[in-house]
């Protein structure tokens, strides 16, 4: 009998419209060309070509796609969900460039930026010429970022900012950094061509997990920039986080494209290997494995499509976006386990995507909100009782 494809099985398919599966497969196929040949030594180099990817993705129109004007693709959410699935089932560090770029950076600029910020940044970003980062959580301040010791303060007509922003996917490579700083008001953003002088980003080195992913510290020494580069619609925390629903949206949807590489080859090895002179896929306990993983897959993939299909009607809710992040990227990870057991040892080499993709989740379960905080956005939600403090 011809196997089925553990996606195939549920026919997701059927409820993605012919654009958004064509995107899908045009992603899926730079994947293929790109990405998937080179990207276990950019992993375990710990060292990727920052720019020219960047610049492939601007090609393939990856770059805040789902936005609207300035040179940007103004695809649906779901495709753009799409999108990050065929990207992180590549690798999470390449979803992050994509996820950085467009959900953070650019779209801080796009909701919350002036008329010159968009018309200055955005098509660069969206080309890959110009490649940005998003200063959030520092060094004491991560699932908390209400606490940041970041400071901008008048002087004249400048803004002036002191503080240390750490674990910033991009930040090295970045041209600018949107940099989110407290004032004497409230939490404002401002945008930091990393050129001026005062700014360093140093990269962060010895991680084991998102090894194909630039990550970096941002220390600002009495940063001056003009009036003009803070974010003009942006005041207080829901500046930041309304960006962060974006990212977490297309997470939601990565996550199951890591979890559908690691089955796809636990399914494809387990046919491949003979264990006690019969193929390992023939053993039931191999198969209870391979229908549990292809059930949480399955509704992964719905849960993320049905978050696409309200975003794209205008009525998905952060509360919902939390569900989606938390729960996709929770089975992920497993799945990524179990597919490592069905390889025995050579699950842990990097001939196979699986300890990678396991490896790299575990930063995608911390970052964007740890599966606590969606826990407790969820429980919130539930009871009516924020229990964050
Ligand atoms: P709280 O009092 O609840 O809210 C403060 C203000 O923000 C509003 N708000 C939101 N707005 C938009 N979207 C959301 N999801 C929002 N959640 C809250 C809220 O209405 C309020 O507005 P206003 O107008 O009344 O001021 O804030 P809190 O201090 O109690 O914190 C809530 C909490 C814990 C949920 C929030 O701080 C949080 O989400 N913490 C996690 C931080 C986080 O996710 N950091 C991510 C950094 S970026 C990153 O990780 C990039 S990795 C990317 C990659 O490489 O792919
Ligand atoms: P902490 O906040 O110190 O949390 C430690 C533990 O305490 C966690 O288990 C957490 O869930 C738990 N905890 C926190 N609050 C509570 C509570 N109320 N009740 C119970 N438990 C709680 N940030 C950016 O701004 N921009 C980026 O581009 C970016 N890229 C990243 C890339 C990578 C590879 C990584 C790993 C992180 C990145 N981050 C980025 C940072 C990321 O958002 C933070 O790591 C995350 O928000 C958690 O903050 P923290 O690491 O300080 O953990």
Not at 46 to 59: D, F, T, V, Y
Not at 352 to 359: E, G, L
Request: hydrophobic share 40%.
């Amino acid at each position: 009998m011809t196997p089925t494809a553990p996606l195939a099985l549920l026919a997701v398919d059927h409820v993605l419209s012919e654009e958004e599966r064509s995107i899908q497969q045009t992603v899926r196929r730079f994947v293929d060309e790109h990405v998937r040949p080179e990207v276990g030594q950019w992993y375990e180099d710990a060292r990727i070509p920052a720019r020219e990817l960047a610049l492939q993705l601007g090609s393939l129109g990856v770059l805040g796609m789902h936005l609207q004007g300035y040179e940007c693709a103004g695809t649906s959410a779901t495709a753009y969900g799409l999108a990050c699935l065929e990207l992180e089932a590549g690798d999470s560090g390449i979803r992050s460039l994509v996820s950085v770029q467009g959900s953070l950076a650019m779209y801080a600029i796009w909701k919350h930026g002036s008329e010159e910020h968009k018309q200055e940044w955005l098509p660069q970003m969206a080309a890959g010429r110009a490649i940005g980062c998003f200063g959030l959580t520092e060094p004491d301040f991560g699932s908390n970022p209400a606490g940041m010791r970041t400071r901008a303060r008048r002087d004249g007509s400048d803004w002036i900012i002191n503080g240390r922003k750490m674990w910033i996917t991009n930040g090295s490579v970045a041209d600018v950094a949107v940099v989110w700083a407290q004032t004497d008001d409230r939490i404002r953003g401002y945008v930091v061509p990393t050129d001026t002088p005062g700014f360093e980003a140093p990269e962060l080195h010895n991680k084991l997990s998102l090894r194909a992913s630039v990550t970096s510290e941002l220390v600002l020494d009495n940063v001056r920039v003009p009036a003009s580069a803070m974010l003009p619609e942006a005041a207080g925390l829901s500046g930041p986080l309304s960006c962060l629903n974006e990212a977490r949206f297309g997470i939601a949807f990565g996550a199951v494209g890591a979890a559908r590489e690691c089955l796809e080859t636990a399914v494809a090895y387990a046919r491949e290997r003979s264990i006690f002179d019969r193929p390992l896929a023939s053993y039931q306990l191999t198969q209870a494995k391979f229908a549990d993983m292809s059930l949480e897959l399955g509704k992964a993939m719905l849960v993320a499509i049905h978050l696409g299909r309200l975003k794209d009607e205008g009525e998905l809710t952060p509360d919902q976006v939390s569900f989606g992040k938390l729960n996709n990227v929770r089975e992920a990870i497993a799945i990524a386990r179990e597919s490592r057991t069905v390889l025995g040892a050579a699950g842990i080499s990097g001939e196979y995507p699986i300890m990678r993709h396991a490896n790299n989740l575990e930063s995608v379960l911390t970052y964007e909100g740890t599966s606590e905080i969606h826990q407790l956005v969820i429980g919130r939600s539930l009871t009516g009782e924020p229990a964050f403090r």
